[in-house]
């Protein structure tokens, strides 16, 4: 989850799902803001407040993420410069598995089931052709931006680190991951605690009501964001940024050319493709060698 939120356009929410973890992920954070969890804390009984919050499994997620992009943003901020024909067509393919794999997951297909994938996925589509805008470098707006962030990052389709890029944040934040600015880096953290344990608990209650159309709305998303990990793109119109880098602001994507770097494009977005089966065929196996 932590290395697929680093990418502007693939999504942490997209990897829970197909662990098979991602609702128990949301019911976990949302018992953070419940009476459950404060006032067992309040008088101090920690094993059941722990209990209430599942804190051995956040624990897991949430280090595995921080430690993903702590470890991997710097690698992945490189080769976003210097490959992102090939690191798109892996995410590519994660994102195209992804899609069938989370549909699986739709018990009863209806009309307004389909209806509900074809209509988050043109607006997917249109969320992420928006153009990045610029933005205020207050602290304010560091904590919005973490709190929007966050509410992308745990949807299948919307990346995290693509709504930063909208509010023209992805870069600064990156940066300051990079260089350890614990300053930025803590009102991002701020605004995302926040939006998290609001937001989760309107994912628990559509889950709990409305499952399927649910789980069709997150595939439709996924599959219009599709239109931001196209791997072949061109620059229309770009900004620069408050350090000198110039940041696409209008991309279009095109078809690629024949040749060598197509092939081996093709075979790494097969590997994502084969991760995703892998990682999924994985999630349905307990420790015990047996299917869940």
């Known amino acids: ?39 067992p804390l309040s008088r101090g009984r920690i094993n059941e407040a722990a209990a209430a919050i599942n804190l ?14 702590v470890s991997l943003a710097r690698l992945l901020e490189h080769l976003l410069e210097t490959q992102p024909v090939y690191l798109w067509s892996f995410f590519f393919g994660l994102v195209l598995a992804s899609v069938f794999v989370v549909a699986r997951r739709i018990e009863h297909w209806k009309v307004s089931t389909w209806v509900l994938v074809l209509s988050a996925a043109v607006a997917a589509w249109i969320l ?19 709190a929007l962030a966050i509410c992308a990052m745990i949807l299948p ?4 680190a693509f709504i930063l890029l909208l509010l023209g944040k ?9 260089a350890r600015d614990l300053v930025t880096i803590g009102w991002v953290a701020l605004g995302a605690i926040l939006g998290l344990v609001l937001f989760s608990r309107v994912l628990t209650w559509l ?3 409305y499952h399927d159309l649910t789980v069709a709305a997150l595939t439709g998303l996924m599959l219009g964001s599709l239109r931001k990990i196209w ?18 602001t209008v991309q279009a994507n095109v078809l690629p050319e024949p040749g060598s770097q197509f092939a081996i ?25 047996e299917k869940t």
């Open 157 to 160: 389709g919307i990346s995290g």
């Open 1 to 39: 989850m932590g290395a697929a939120d680093v990418v502007p356009g693939v999504s942490g929410g997209t990897m829970a799902f197909i662990l098979g973890i991602y609702e128990e992920l949301i019911g976990s954070i949302r018992a953070v803001g419940t009476t459950n969890f404060w006032r």
């Open 265 to 289: 494009a093709i075979a790494i977005a097969l590997a994502g493709m084969l991760a995703v089966i892998i990682l999924e065929k994985r999630a349905e196996i307990d420790p015990h060698g």
């Open 170 to 178: 992805y870069g600064e934040v990156l940066a300051a991951v990079n």
């Open 128 to 146: 992420v052709g928006l153009v990045p805008l610029q933005t205020p470098d207050a602290w304010w707006f560091f904590f919005l931006s973490g």
């Open 56 to 69: 051995k499994f956040l624990i897991a997620v949430l280090a595995g993420i921080l430690i993903a992009i």
């Open 207 to 209: 889950f709990r009501h």
């Open 231 to 248: 791997p072949w793109k061109v620059d229309i119109a770009w900004i620069v940024d408050a350090h000198g880098a110039r940041v696409p």
